[in-house]
Nanobody
Framework: QVQLVESGGGLVQPGGSLRLSCAAS????????MGWYRQAPGKQRELVAAFTSGGSTSYADFVKGRFTISRDNAKNTVYLQMNSLKPEDTAVYYC???????????????WGQGTQVTVSS
């Protein structure tokens, strides 16, 4: 089994910054994709940023130029640096990973428990 543990959410004023972290632990042979989604009240969960299976990054248009995703492969950890935050960025942010537990066999999807980000003055 794989666990994703997020940290770094909180309350910040508009224009401020936050850094989210997500660490994968447990049976991890290979992480294929890993990234962040968010869900605001009354809205569907949406992709924010992610590393693809080829190692490139993908960003939603609404965060380009403001958010940066990075990772530490040795720690199975991905980060989301969020700058110039806006009230509309308020949401629960979820870490996601597609992980292969063994050299042979399927990869499975995992989600973190979510961390609240609130942007308000």
């Amino acid at each position: 089994q794989v666990q994703l543990v997020e940290s770094g959410g909180g309350l910040v004023q508009p224009g401020g910054s936050l850094r989210l972290s997500c660490a994968a632990s447990g049976r991890v042979f290979r992480i294929n994709t890993m990234g962040w989604y968010r869900q605001a009240p009354g809205k569907q969960r949406e992709l924010v940023a992610a590393f693809t299976s080829g190692g490139s990054t993908s960003y939603a248009d609404f965060v380009k130029g403001r958010f940066t995703i990075s990772r530490d492969n040795a720690k199975n950890t991905v980060y989301l640096q969020m700058n110039s935050l806006k009230p509309e960025d308020t949401a629960v942010y979820y870490c996601y990973a597609n992980v292969r537990a063994y050299p042979i066999g399927p990869a499975n999807d995992y989600w973190g428990q979510g961390t609240q980000v609130t942007v308000s003055s």
